[in-house]
């Protein structure tokens, strides 16, 4: 995966004429007529995702975006399609990083909702980046518990995604997660084979920082927490240090993502730059 | 923060007092001990550098600091409270009481103890079913109400009505005043103020799921729910995470007192050494039998929470006669079999089980 081509301004005719400016929330996220999972974004039975390289994107930079879809999160991913998305890649290209992959996934909560993980595939493409999200359902249960289930993105991270990235160059990918509440600190191995299916992992249950410390492995994981009504954001710095972001209004969530894999720039510019520390964004 | 819910798989005497004592002694000063059913009938030893400590009135995880938390589930004794307090002092135990909870009174006790209809169902009277089954009938005296001495006064007249009972009241209302004076004691208010800086919350359940109101073996149950039932309808208000579960069953079945009992002639295999659990005037013999895969399976079901992480641990392996305490027997086999087999036989029960546990009576350690 990882084909297509990002054209900011072919994508603005296309966004017109396909009514992102324009629909609700739920024309524009069909799923939620549906009611359930777009089934090619059923983790279940999923053993790998990939960055490849190819001949149009030599050296690609895998970012891998987990949009939390419950309650009032929901208005992000319509952000993101209405202008987050081509703000992103397109800051991104123009600062001299062309071969973005880029894949959604979307968290609920694993203790309530049906479908706690969607997971897309790794584009490039202004078109099928747009499908993916568009396939993305907005469940919006989320329940009144502890918190939501970004630990499954990093379970996805660590245990079900393979890059290009890392495997031929040893360049780190990006994992971030995007939410307003605390994450779940426990996995059930009941939970993680109700979500994968045969294609689970592991034996037991999973702990977040144990899930969290194998997603680092391979990438450069951040947390945006959107702050309301001035809470602190829970745990999250303990669990992330300075890889924790805050943000108060979350039209600005593209240009941050953008800001931090920026920073990284000179590591993917130089074949043989040692890996980055993470401590170079501080907002 | 992390919640555990410990539930007994058998009719009691599980060992669920040793299990929260040893999962509290992990974070001594930041976990929080929860009861969520049954009342002070509850008797769980927990055992802690040598003192060994019978708990009823407060949570088991008391030795090594963690307040307790009595949910509205569970009725209140003051007057035992006191007596179990005075063994408790040099702990300095606390106690959060949610003002809704049912007080018993001695007129409840003296009802419930005159009534050969619960002597045959096998009670413990210290009057638990006759004080719910007052409040079901409206004749209701929560622990709020002590802080009120004309409410209390005018409410226990009520008792003495609903029970035509004329003893006086004056010693209770002496018990309830030590009670409520003492300063570890506090009404509940949410348990938002005190999460602050822990790390452990433990749902403490009491008796055990084959004695539970809707799956247990009428008459012969308890007036209460002795699955995980209240503390997930706690757990979901309190917005904490689902539990991980520990199902706990000795390596033998036992039963206080009246009701059906499975492999009872069948010697189990264990010595039978002084122990929590003597006979006792109201509650009868305290009787034992080889294990029975059959209940343990019924009560896994009963119990069940989907998507939980469960762990199924075995109690009193000190007790087996064999040394090296792997030699249980089971009535559903004419042999006995090891730790291993047994752990494989529960877990071909309906739903996976994702680890075993075992402990002795006399340390509580789990392994």
């Not at chain 1, 081509?86 to 071969?99: A, E, F, K, V, Y």
Request: aromatic share 10%.
């Amino acid at each position: 995966m990882g084909h297509g081509d990002y054209s900011v301004d072919r994508r603005t005719i296309r966004a017109t004429s396909a009514g992102y400016y324009s629909k609700s929330r739920d024309d524009v996220f069909t799923q939620s007529r549906e009611r359930k999972i777009h089934e090619s974004m059923n983790p279940n039975g999923v053993k790998v995702r990939e960055s490849c390289d190819s001949a149009e994107h030599p050296n690609t930079v895998p970012i891998q975006l987990y949009l939390d879809v419950t309650g009032s999160m929901r208005d992000i991913p319509h952000h993101m399609i209405k202008e987050g998305l081509p703000t992103l890649i397109g800051t991104l290209t123009q600062n001299g990083i062309p071969d973005v992959a880029l894949m959604f996934g979307a968290i609920g909560d694993h203790e309530c909702d049906q479908a706690p993980l969607q997971i897309g595939q790794f584009e490039s493409g202004d078109a099928e980046l747009d499908m993916w999200l568009e396939r993305t359902w907005l469940e919006g249960n989320g329940g009144g518990n502890a918190g939501e289930s970004y630990l499954l993105a990093w379970y996805f991270a660590g245990n079900h995604v393979r890059t290009d990235a890392f495997d031929k160059r040893k360049k780190k990918g990006f994992v971030f997660t995007i939410g307003d509440e605390p994450c779940l600190t426990i996995l059930p191995q009941a939970a993680v084979k109700e979500i994968m299916g045969a294609t689970a992992t592991g034996q037991g249950m999973y702990m977040h920082e144990q899930l969290l410390k194998k997603a680092q492995e391979q990438n450069h994981v951040y947390h945006i927490h959107v702050e309301h009504d001035g809470r602190a954001p829970y745990h999250w710095a303990d669990l992330l240090q300075q890889n924790l972001i805050v943000v108060k209004d979350y039209t600005l969530i593209p240009k941050t993502i953008s800001d931090i894999v920026l920073s990284f720039k000179d590591e993917f510019a130089g074949a043989t730059s040692p890996v980055a520390t993470t401590d170079k964004i501080m907002l | 923060m992390i919640t555990y819910l410990g539930i007994g798989l058998g009719c009691g005497d599980e060992g669920k007092g040793r299990v929260v004592s040893a999962l509290a002694s992990r974070f001594p000063g930041k976990t929080i001990v929860v009861r969520f059913n049954g009342g002070p009938q509850a008797g769980h030893t927990a055992v802690v550098d040598g003192h060994r400590h019978v708990f009823s009135s407060f949570g088991s995880g008391t030795l090594t600091g963690a307040p307790t938390v009595w949910s509205r589930f569970c009725t209140v004794n003051p007057t035992a409270f006191l007596n179990e307090l005075d063994l408790l002092r040099q702990y300095d135990p606390r106690i959060y009481i949610d003002p809704m909870c049912p007080v018993t009174t001695p007129y409840d006790v003296r009802a419930n103890r005159m009534s050969a209809t619960n002597m045959k169902h096998g009670t413990v009277g210290v009057g638990f079913g006759t004080t719910l089954e007052r409040h079901e009938k409206h004749y209701k005296l929560c622990f709020g109400d002590l802080y009120n001495e004309t409410v209390t006064k005018l409410k226990l007249r009520n008792i003495q009505e609903y029970y035509n009972d004329d003893m006086p009241f004056d010693d209770f209302l002496e018990d309830v005043k030590a009670m409520i004076g003492y300063n570890g004691v506090r009404l509940f208010h949410g348990v938002a103020s005190l999460t602050n800086g822990m790390e452990r919350i433990i749902f403490e359940g009491a008796q055990g799921i084959l004695l539970d109101q809707n799956y247990g073996f009428f008459p012969h149950v308890t007036r209460s729910n002795t699955t995980g039932q209240n503390a997930l309808e706690l757990i979901t208000e309190w917005r904490l995470q689902k539990p991980l579960i520990y199902y706990i069953t000795r390596c033998y079945q036992t039963r206080h007192g009246n009701g059906p009992m499975t492999y009872e002639g069948m010697n189990p295999g264990i010595k039978y050494p002084e122990e929590t659990n003597k006979d006792n005037t109201y509650t009868g013999k305290f009787r034992k039998g080889a294990l029975d895969l059959d209940l343990i399976a019924y009560a896994l079901k009963c119990g069940h929470v989907p998507f939980a992480h469960s762990t199924v641990v075995i109690t009193c392996l000190d007790h087996l006669s064999d040394p090296r305490r792997d030699n249980i027997r089971i009535g559903n086999s004419a042999l006995t079999i090891t730790k291993e087999e047994l752990t494989e036989r529960i877990d071909r029960s309906p739903f996976h089980i994702d680890e075993f546990l075992f402990s002795d009576a006399d340390s509580g350690d789990l392994k």
